[in-house]
């Protein structure tokens, strides 16, 4: 079974920046796509983008252009740069691995999860 653990996240002011890791353990991470999600307060939680054991990524429309997803097999970590951070980023972050899906789309993942990192982005 694969463990997550989320870091990085804090408190931002609009337009600032934050870079999010995650570290995963077990030896499915680099054979898996990997994808980082958010929740906010009284939201389901979405799937902001994606990333190929090859590297190849995906990004859901509200966050394209901002964020960038990066990941090192060798380490089994995983990154989310974010740029021009909005207050409607604000959320609790999560990283997982995927059965199937991307940004914007229906998606499946495992029901495990870590306990996030709280991006905080005031205005």
């Known amino acids: 079974q694969v463990q997550m653990a989320e870091s990085g996240g804090g408190l931002v002011q609009a337009g600032g920046s934050l870079r999010l890791a995650c570290e995963a353990s077990?030896?499915?991470?680099?054979?898996?796509?990997w994808g980082w999600f958010r929740q906010a307060p009284g939201k389901q939680r979405v799937l902001v983008a994606t990333i190929t054991n090859g590297g190849s990524t995906n990004y859901a429309d509200s966050v394209k252009g901002r964020f960038t997803i990066s990941r090192d097999n060798a380490k089994n970590t995983m990154w989310l740069q974010m740029n021009i951070l909005k207050p409607e980023d604000t959320a609790v972050y999560y990283c997982?691995?995927?059965?199937?899906?991307?940004?914007?789309?229906?998606?499946?993942?495992?029901?495990?999860w870590g306990q996030g990192t709280q991006v905080t982005v005031s205005s």
């Open positions: 997982n691995t995927l059965y199937s899906g991307l940004p914007d789309r229906g998606w499946s993942a495992p029901s495990t």
């Open positions: 077990g030896t499915i991470f680099r054979s898996t796509t």
